[in-house]
């Protein structure tokens, strides 16, 4: 998966950074304050993983913007199940057609 630098969501630019096991306590982490994504990206970590760590921090994101009161664990299951059928079933978003 390609994961962009910055994405946009309810009007602010969200940055993303990839950072080593040293600069992060989890595999992935939201700042509100400081509006950027943090994905832990070492040696050895597969991009399934990273791939859905990036998703389970978008949805963290919709989640604290939209003030949802959303526990981690139902937050970690719907990223998972959608990275799962997003994966499983090939599914690209895009307009065009392949």
Known sequence: MNIPNLIK???H??????VLNKDID?????NDYYRVIRIRKD????EDVVAEVFL????????ICNN???NHTYLTVLSEG???????NNLNFSEKEK
Do not use: C, W
Not at 13 to 18: D, H, L, S, T, Y
Not at 26 to 30: F, K, N
Not at 43 to 46: M, P
């Open 13 to 18: 630019q969200i940055k993303i950074e990839k």
């Open 9 to 11: 969501f309810g009007g």
């Open 68 to 70: 949802l009161e959303i």
């Open 82 to 88: 959608l990275f799962q059928i997003i994966r499983d």
């Open 43 to 46: 040696t050895g970590i597969s």
């Open 26 to 30: 989890g595999p992935g982490e939201y």
């Open 56 to 63: 389970h921090e978008l949805l963290e994101v919709i989640r």
